[in-house]
């Protein structure tokens, strides 16, 4: 059953390429048609399917090296370098913003949610699948270059974002803690 787990979404995926569909949408409904016959019987029959993707998500990031040494070996434009940022900040906050709009989770984590966000992975395939399919040359290149530096700017802003973001999360849970104990013990001593 895991080899079956494993090849179903290649076999599907080839097959939907060569009638000329979309390989992406015939994988992701074959996952859901599977999931649906097997109901909650699957988590032992994707382990090797884990196994596999792990290996291919090391390669990927492999080949992205090599990728984003091309896509910004011809330096980077300063109104690139600009919508990137803006892509990265402000375009991520707002549709996460518009999206929680009367969930009742405060300000500060719908900000968290917006900031934190992962981008990566679809965005190097995507990026790799335009670059491969639009005609050679300066849109190509373009495409190639806006997605490697969305990526790096996304793993910078990981990197130093989530750390901060937590220690920002820990002070303010350590002062509402240490005010609650403050107020429980003048409450405590006037009694």
Same mark, same amino acid.
Do not use: K
């Given at each position: 059953? /895991?080899?079956?787990?494993?090849?179903? *979404?290649?076999?599907?995926?080839?097959?939907?390429?060569?009638?000329?569909?979309?390989? &992406?949408?015939?994988? &992701?409904?074959?996952?859901?048609?599977?999931?649906?016959?097997?109901?909650?019987?699957?988590?032992?029959?994707?382990?090797?399917?884990?196994?596999?993707?792990?290996?291919?998500?090391?390669?990927? #990031?492999?080949?992205?090296?090599?990728?984003?040494?091309?896509?910004?070996?011809?330096?980077?434009?300063?109104?690139?370098?600009? &919508?990137?940022?803006?892509?990265?900040?402000?375009?991520?906050?707002? $549709?996460?913003?518009?999206?929680?709009?009367?969930?009742? +989770? $405060? !300000?500060?984590?719908?900000?968290?949610?917006? #900031?934190?966000?992962?981008?990566?992975?679809?965005?190097? @395939? &995507?990026? +790799?699948? !335009?670059?491969?399919?639009? *005609?050679?040359?300066?849109?190509?290149?373009?495409?190639?270059?806006?997605? @490697?530096?969305?990526?790096?700017?996304?793993?910078?802003?990981?990197?130093?974002? @989530? $750390? @901060?973001?937590? !220690?920002?999360?820990?002070? /303010?849970?350590?002062? =509402?803690?240490? !005010?609650? =104990?403050?107020?429980?013990?003048?409450?405590?001593?006037?009694?």
């Amino acid at each position: 059953m /895991r080899l079956v787990v494993l090849a179903a *979404p290649l076999l599907t995926y080839a097959l939907a390429v060569g009638l000329g569909g979309n390989g &992406f949408v015939a994988a &992701f409904v074959c996952g859901i048609v599977y999931h649906l016959r097997r109901g909650s019987r699957t988590e032992l029959d994707v382990e090797l399917t884990d196994d596999a993707g792990f290996v291919l998500a090391a390669g990927m #990031w492999f080949v992205f090296g090599a990728v984003a040494m091309v896509g910004l070996s011809d330096g980077v434009d300063w109104r690139i370098a600009l &919508f990137v940022l803006v892509a990265l900040t402000v375009a991520r906050v707002i $549709p996460i913003g518009l999206a929680m709009a009367g969930s009742g +989770l $405060p !300000a500060r984590q719908v900000l968290a949610l917006g #900031w934190l966000r992962p981008r990566g992975t679809s965005t190097i @395939v &995507f990026a +790799l699948i !335009a670059f491969n399919t639009l *005609p050679e040359g300066t849109v190509a290149n373009l495409t190639l270059t806006v997605a @490697v530096l969305v990526v790096l700017g996304s793993i910078v802003l990981h990197t130093v974002g @989530v $750390p @901060v973001t937590i !220690a920002g999360r820990d002070r /303010r849970a350590h002062r =509402r803690a240490a !005010a609650e =104990r403050a107020t429980t013990g003048d409450a405590s001593s006037g009694q």
